[in-house]
């Protein structure tokens, strides 16, 4: 919630500054004035740098222990969170033990800290930091530490955090010289606690008059104004209100972004179901989240959940995964990026690896044999691994190898860029003797070479190669991605023979790409009639009819469905575009069956209009015994765009 970092900085303004001489006591004043404000807590990280490094602050123990503190906070508010939690911890216990002249200092790391275990969804240990906070705080001060504790307790459900949204509620009521907007920022967290008590009226309520202090509806708003309006949405939906949940969120702006829509990102899928977790397929989340402008996510925080504190955070940890094209976040305006919504509900399945998995592996082993160890980038999201993959890109040998394949089989970066790395990747793999791996990776790129039916021609020319031929696994791969299903493209004429060499040829009865062979080789002899084979080869499987592969060979779009009368009305009448990721299964004719929106921006518009599109599109058919699903937990982005 970035308001609340507004209000902590009130109290960093007020700390006091330690002692010194001249020259770097004025550095200090400036470096803390500067960490009072957000904004400007890259301007005091430096300060604060600057001052560790003279000879001054290396003999004043406590001039290093604040700075440490004060730097790790704006450390912590620009996202760098395990170098501000290891600075607040390094200089938190000296200013502890300076008594009550640094207890503002004191309070504030203890928020701070509790923010970060938030991030880490570390709830528990959240509500000690803050709880320490707490007991440092008086008066008006107690406010801020009240609602992050409400907000570190939203989901249990077991009063404790309405006790200290109420607390948090008196405190600001009673305190003279704070305006309506300080009371409305309360009461909006202590509505938001309202309504995940599942109080909805009350709810309701609290919220209309937040609205009514902050002035009203209208086009002039700031963060704290979106943060009520959206929160309405979601009261006047739970009471039924549906069109005044519409109003609301259209003045919030989501949705309405003219010549910049929020576009869906190249990385998204939301938790998977698992009811004994307490993640369930019926319940729905919002999750709020920044979006900067090089597509990595941030501040990613669970605003309403119908399950419990288990549904929110495994939302919120989906959507830190999250990223973005850069080009697609830079053309949303900074304000609509800053505080984003976004409705969640889990899906049945994950998606399936694909079938250049095993390459991906085989190579990721070569490099362990070269002395590479596990990438930096492994556990990323696709946009913070971007730049690391780009560095590693320049290296020499092998390291270098390995940062031109990340970065070519990104999906964030532009065809220029994919098509150059690709280039290099190919030289440095032969100059390294590197395995066929290599080749079956840069063959699965495509780019403007290989559009339309000729997309399978840079397969064929890898095939082609003896040691690739000759590589159990890497010509295994290459035969069915010529042979796999597209859009609109029939198979191959030498589908069979293609698929007959995987299924004839060394690779263990059980290996993932013999089994999708197998159940490739069905679906052609089915299409040509030949049922009695199609099932002798879904027999070899050893798959119940109700399985997929391990390994996607997926069922290919025919027929997209949906068109401009499924855009709904209301969104019409509002000016509302957006997306929805649906979820559905594939039967084996090629229809879709229980189809649900499982993310949608903004909430709850496009939701039924998007399982209309999905359940009118079309995929190849697949040969199943007695016709059981082809394939369950599909997934497909539907973009609402104004005409």
Known sequence: MLYLLALLAAGQAAAPAATG????QQRFDAATLAAATPAKCQEAIAGFEAIEQ??????NGLVRSASDVRKGRCLVVVGRDAEGEAAIRRGLPQLQARGADFDADVRDAYIMLGQVALRRSDN???????????EKSQGAARILPQLMMAQALMFDRDGRALRHAEAAQAIVTSTPGLSKRDVARVQTIYARVLLNERRDKEAYDVLRDSLAKQGGLGMKVSLD???????????????NDVEAARRYLVYTGAGRMKDAPFRTAVEMEPPTCNPAAGIKPEDVTIVEFTLHDDGHVSDVTPIYTTGGRASAIAFAEAVRGWSWKAEDAKAIPLFFRASTRIELRCISTSERPSIYAPSREAMAAWFES???SRADWADLPEARALPLQRAAANEGGPAGLRGMLAVALSPLVDQKEREAMRDQARARAAELGAPPAAQVLLASIETKSYVGTSYREAKREALAQPDVAADPVAAATLRLAIVAPRYKAKPPADALPLLEAVVTGPLPVSHPLKVAALLQKANVLAEAGDYAGAQAAFRQTGLTAEQCSLLGLTPATTRHGGGSSDYPDAAVRHGF?????AEFDVTADGRTATQRAVAAYPPFI???AAIGVVRGARFTSSYRPEGALACSGQQRSIVFKMP
């Open 21 to 24: 001489a001249t020259s770097l």
């Open 54 to 59: 003279s000879g001054a602050a290396q003999r």
């Open 124 to 134: 528990d240990a959240a509500v000690a930091e803050f709880q320490r906070a707490l």
């Open 225 to 239: 104004d979106i943060a009520t309006r959206s929160d309405l949405a979601i009261a006047a939906l739970r009471n």
């Open 370 to 372: 070269r002395g590479l």
């Open 577 to 581: 575009e957006g997306w929805v990721r």
């Open 606 to 608: 496009f939701n039924d």
